[in-house]
């Protein structure tokens, strides 16, 4: 069960002054090091990503946009969440048991404050009431895993074919490719600890998307095919596009963007949890068009 509010009540009012009043401040998103001192009625404290990503014990995704191969720079005031036991809990037969038994686990509450918009007693606040066999793990493993993807440095397409400086023809197939790093391309694995938990990830690009300036799009699977003279005027089997106009209308050259998709598995160590994150990026050339160019006798 998942409500939104702007005004705080009285009970996400108390645990927010109980996370930012008399406790340690957090370095950063996803930072657990807070003073629970204050805290008897939170069971932990936690910062979560941007991406939304604050209790999920599944998948979750965060697609962060670039240009030139960079990352997209991630806004540091991340929300705080607080998960307690719901007290006292709801009766049995209450559709916040999901269908379980009181003895089979309990019901949390899980509180998300935007501490970025905290005005006195106003801010963007998440509420999230669910079941658990156990109580939560102290650090929400989807954080975790965005952390090790944080690390990772992940980039752009190392494009590799058409090259800036190439000179390609209307009608003569381009093979289209990319330079193959762990940084461009995968697999790259990090890993990200806190509080006895250890989140291991796995990137790879899934597929490339290719938008070729003259208003067609290619969808390659793969890295793409190395072209080779003894190819002469095959068309690439992976990857590869047919231009049927010149770019002398765009100034001389088309701007082809390539833009990777990053397919990244978490999983906790020793089991249990685990999912999947989604990262976007994107690189640039451009690429002179002409036609052929008849040579006279």
Same mark, same amino acid.
């Given at each position: 069960?998942?409500?939104?509010?702007?005004?705080?009540?009285?009970?996400?009012?108390?645990?927010?002054?109980?996370?930012?009043?008399?406790?340690?401040?957090?370095?950063?998103?996803?930072?657990?090091?807070?003073?629970?001192?204050?805290?008897?009625?939170?069971?932990?404290?936690?910062?979560?990503?941007?991406?939304?990503?604050?209790?999920?014990?599944?998948?979750?995704?965060?697609?962060?946009?670039?240009?030139?191969?960079?990352?997209?720079?991630?806004?540091?005031?991340?929300?705080?969440?607080?998960?307690?036991?719901?007290?006292?809990?709801?009766?049995?037969?209450?559709?916040?048991?999901?269908?379980? !038994? $009181?003895?089979? #686990?309990? +019901? *949390?509450?899980?509180?998300?404050? @935007?501490?970025?918009?905290?005005?006195? /007693? %106003? =801010?963007?606040?998440?509420?999230?009431?669910?079941?658990?066999?156990?109580?939560?793990?102290?650090?929400?493993?989807?954080?975790?895993?965005?952390?090790?993807?944080?690390?990772?440095?992940?980039?752009?397409?190392?494009?590799?074919?058409?090259?800036?400086?190439?000179?390609?023809?209307?009608?003569?197939?381009?093979?289209?490719?990319?330079?193959?790093?762990?940084?461009?391309?995968?697999?790259?694995?990090?890993?990200?600890?806190?509080?006895?938990?250890?989140?291991?990830?796995?990137?790879?690009?899934?597929?490339?998307?290719?938008?070729?300036?003259?208003?067609?799009?290619?969808?390659?699977?793969?890295?793409?095919?190395?072209?080779?003279?003894?190819?002469?005027?095959?068309? !690439? $089997?992976?990857? #590869?596009? +047919? *231009?049927?106009?010149?770019?002398? @209308?765009?100034?001389?050259?088309?701007? /082809? %963007? =390539?833009?990777?998709?990053?397919?990244?598995?978490?999983?906790?160590?020793?089991?249990?949890?685990?999912?999947?994150?989604?990262?976007?990026?994107?690189?640039?050339?451009?690429?002179?068009?002409?036609?052929?160019?008849?040579?006279?006798?």
């Amino acid at each position: 069960m998942l409500t939104r509010a702007v005004a705080l009540g009285a009970a996400t009012a108390a645990a927010f002054a109980c996370m930012t009043t008399g406790a340690q401040a957090a370095d950063g998103p996803g930072d657990t090091n807070v003073d629970a001192g204050n805290c008897t009625a939170v069971m932990f404290c936690v910062g979560v990503g941007t991406d939304g990503s604050s209790g999920s014990q599944g998948s979750s995704t965060s697609t962060t946009a670039s240009k030139g191969g960079k990352a997209a720079k991630k806004d540091p005031d991340s929300p705080v969440c607080s998960v307690s036991k719901l007290t006292p809990p709801p009766p049995a037969g209450s559709a916040l048991w999901e269908g379980h !038994s $009181p003895d089979d #686990g309990a +019901v *949390y509450t899980r509180i998300c404050i @935007d501490s970025s918009e905290f005005i006195g /007693l %106003t =801010a963007e606040t998440t509420v999230e009431t669910f079941w658990a066999a156990a109580p939560p793990p102290a650090v929400d493993p989807a954080v975790l895993a965005q952390r090790a993807v944080d690390s990772m440095t992940l980039l752009g397409p190392d494009i590799a074919s058409p090259r800036a400086a190439g000179k390609y023809t209307i009608g003569v197939p381009v093979w289209m490719w990319v330079n193959e790093s762990q940084t461009t391309y995968g697999p790259n694995t990090a890993s990200a600890s806190a509080d006895g938990v250890t989140v291991t990830a796995t990137a790879k690009v899934s597929k490339i998307v290719w938008k070729m300036g003259d208003g067609s799009t290619v969808t390659c699977n793969g890295p793409g095919t190395t072209y080779t003279s003894s190819k002469g005027m095959a068309e !690439s $089997p992976t990857c #590869g596009h +047919v *231009y049927s106009k010149t770019s002398a @209308d765009e100034g001389g050259k088309f701007q /082809l %963007t =390539a833009t990777s998709t990053w397919s990244i598995d978490w999983q906790v160590a020793g089991g249990g949890a685990g999912g999947q994150l989604t990262e976007i990026r994107q690189n640039q050339v451009q690429v002179a068009v002409g036609e052929l160019q008849a040579v006279g006798s």
